[in-house]
């Protein structure tokens, strides 16, 4: 089992920055991948970005340029440092860690981000 603990959501105006951090316990596999995803109210749960074991990342297209996927192997942690945010940005998000190349996936138990003046 993998256990993920999210941090850093809470309220902010459009316009501003949150960072997101995402720490991973327990068996940890020696390849895998982190991401997170987002769920807004009434909506699918979507990718917003994630970053595979040797470090390639992969951004939801309405992220891109605003949205920054980092992780850190000695930690085990993956973060997500978010600018320029918009209202549209406003979802519960979760972090996912992936064993590379297979399903097998955990998932953390979700931060809200809300963005609203």
């Known amino acids: 089992q993998v256990q993920l603990v999210e941090s850093g959501g809470g309220l902010v105006q459009p316009g501003g920055s949150l960072r997101l951090s995402c720490a991973a316990s327990?068996?940890?596999?020696?390849?895998?991948?982190m991401g997170w995803y987002r769920q807004a109210p009434g909506k699918q749960r979507e990718l917003v970005a994630i970053?595979?074991?040797?470090?390639?990342?992969n951004y939801v297209d309405s992220v891109k340029g605003r949205f920054t996927i980092s992780r850190d192997n000695a930690k085990i942690t993956v973060a997500l440092q978010m600018n320029s945010l918009k209202a549209e940005d406003t979802a519960v998000y979760y972090c996912?860690?992936?064993?590379?190349?297979?399903?097998?996936?955990?998932w953390g138990q979700g931060t809200q981000v809300t963005v609203s003046s």
């Open positions: 970053i595979t074991s040797i470090g390639s990342t």
């Open positions: 996912n860690y992936r064993v590379s190349g297979t399903a097998v996936a955990y």
């Open positions: 327990g068996r940890i596999f020696s390849h895998y991948d």
